[in-house]
């Protein structure tokens, strides 16, 4: 398969080459496109106001390399669009740093795999707990076994897998759960800039996980990694029936 791998921590962040080098290896046509700089909790954001540059980057093993001056987003979108319109999935990651939880909604790297999968391509985000920067090898090989494994299976329209490696030296398994409803225990601090002008800086750490639950923060911290699938889908169908019941029903809205 031909293969588009990237990420929001930059072209010559670790995890980036290990899941390009693990695709290489399992015998794909391996292509890379990252931000040429750290763009972590880029969100889904995109490049509108000025142009994006590419330079091509040597990479071993690899087939072409990109580093971009945008978002995560934009990266997929001009390979996909431009670059190489052939490639049929997108790999996200292996992201220095889980994104489990709420966090899905911050994470350039989920939004990178997204946007791939807006764009028709089966897509993977890869993370892995923020405490290790020697298993990446192992996350990336856990992500190549899902891609091998689920390649027949259909999913809805714009789905991502979502996977997140623990804190551990090996996985104790692998679970399949729903997402945390995060919750942080966050502030800004204020202080002087060199400039003079009050700068802010947002502190904190996530809430206390209790084990017990069935999610996925809760079962990484077990030890086992986890994979969700995310879609684009943010309606809540349920409720904007019932809404739009009480609205056709209530007269007291005048146009």
């Keep these: 398969m031909k293969i588009l791998v990237t990420n929001d921590d930059g072209i ?6 290990s ?29 509108l106001n000025r142009s994006l540059t590419a330079e091509t980057v040597e990479l ?5 390399a990109w580093a971009i001056d945008g978002t995560p987003a934009d990266c997929v979108s001009l390979v996909l669009k ?7 999935v997108v790999l996200s990651g292996i992201n220095h740093g889980y994104n489990g939880g709420m966090d899905v909604m911050y994470s350039g790297t989920v ?21 290790r920067e020697d298993t990446y090898d192992k996350a990336a ?15 809805p ?8 490696y623990p804190a551990v030296d090996r996985a104790m398994g692998l679970k399949t759960v729903p997402l945390r409803l995060t ?33 996925d923060y809760s079962w990484l911290k077990r030890g086992y990694a986890t994979v969700s699938v995310l879609t684009h889908e943010m309606t809540n169908h349920t409720a904007t029936n019932t809404l739009a019941a009480y609205l056709t029903g209530n007269t007291g809205i005048l146009f």
Excluded at 12 to 17: K, L, M, N, T, V
Excluded at 141 to 155: N, R, V
């Design 19 to 47: 899941l390009a080098n693990a695709a290489a290896r399992a015998g794909h046509e391996v292509y890379v496109a990252a931000p040429n700089q750290q763009r972590s909790a880029a969100s889904h954001s995109i490049t």
């Design 60 to 64: 071993p093993g690899i087939c072409r």
């Design 82 to 88: 431009h670059f190489c319109p052939d490639i049929e």
């Design 111 to 131: 939004a990178a795999a997204m946007e791939g999968a807006i764009m028709g391509r089966r897509a993977l985000a890869v993370s892995l707990a923020y405490e």
């Design 141 to 155: 090989s856990l992500a190549m076994q899902i891609l091998e494994l689920t390649k027949e299976m259909h999913f």
């Design 183 to 215: 919750k942080y225990d966050d502030h800004y601090v204020e202080s002087t800039l060199p400039d003079g002008r009050t700068g802010y800086h947002l502190e904190g750490s996530m809430a206390p996980i209790e084990q017990h639950e069935e999610d």
């Design 157 to 164: 329209d714009y789905s991502v897998l979502n996977i997140n």
């Design 12 to 17: 010559r962040a670790d995890g980036i080459i």
